[in-house]
């Protein structure tokens, strides 16, 4: 490993980094399907499941329709469901608003911090570094989990997209962190699980991109992005850290 600076700032992304947002997201499908199969004209839980996590595949791998639908995640999942419901021959205008209530609650209850989440971060405020949260989405959302998990405290500084209105890639948002920090580019790292948002933003500024792969999924094939650091846990980023050398 490359010799390490000690860092005066480390941002951080929100889901799937700090919060695990996704881990139950096949039992949350599930449990959906199980709950309203009877009232989707008898169609067996499997195949609504089936349907609704295809929908959603379908609907989050298109650039443009992700950057939107975040912005308003009640309406992104009423659409899926609804395409979904669509597929299998159900006509429903009021039931997919329904299951995307219950979506979203089943979601809140699965949600969780990843395991060493809270001893890196109090780890890392005893030090000197600046800590930042900078998450996508829309305020409403973002700003109930910040609250319910208590992570203001933790960070010096919270950009929210819905709230600077301009989201992660953009050069903006990692430049306007960096001012409110007082910190340098070469100065700071960012750590995260999205490849484009968390690396490939952060380094073309300036910033050292770490990419968390919590999953051990690995580099997809054929990627020219290179992550200078990937770590699989935020335990590895506390021992970077700790590895590394004052910049003076």
Not at 13 to 39: H, V
Not at 118 to 127: D, P, S
Request: hydrophobic share 45%; with cysteine; glycine share 8%.
């Amino acid at each position: 490993m490359p010799d390490l600076i000690f860092p005066k700032a480390i941002l951080f992304d929100m889901d799937d980094t700090i919060l695990n947002s996704t881990g139950k997201s096949a039992e949350c499908w599930q449990t959906l399907a199980q709950r309203f199969a009877p009232a989707c004209g008898g169609v067996h839980p499997e195949a609504l499941c089936q349907a609704m996590v295809e929908s959603s595949r379908w609907f989050w791998s298109d650039p443009d329709r992700h950057r939107t639908g975040r912005l308003d995640m009640m309406a992104a999942r009423t659409k899926v469901i609804a395409d979904a419901l669509q597929q299998l021959g159900i006509a429903d205008e009021a039931l997919p608003r329904e299951m995307a209530k219950v979506l979203r609650a089943l979601r809140d209850d699965a949600m969780s911090f990843f395991p060493e989440a809270v001893e890196v971060l109090t780890a890392l405020q005893a030090m000197p570094i600046a800590l930042a949260l900078v998450t996508n989405g829309e305020p409403g959302e973002q700003r109930a989990k910040i609250e319910r998990f208590e992570l203001a405290s933790y960070f010096e500084t919270i950009v929210v997209e819905g709230e600077f209105g301009i989201g992660k890639p953009d050069l903006q948002v990692y430049r306007h962190t960096l001012d409110l920090l007082g910190v340098v580019p070469r100065e700071a790292w960012m750590v995260g699980d999205n490849l484009e948002w968390d690396v490939l933003g952060p380094q073309r500024v300036g910033m050292r991109g770490i990419w968390l792969d919590a999953r051990g999924s690995g580099l997809p094939p054929g990627m020219s992005l290179h992550p200078d650091r990937i770590i699989r846990s935020l335990t590895e980023l506390l021992e970077d850290v700790k590895r590394a050398r004052p910049s003076h």
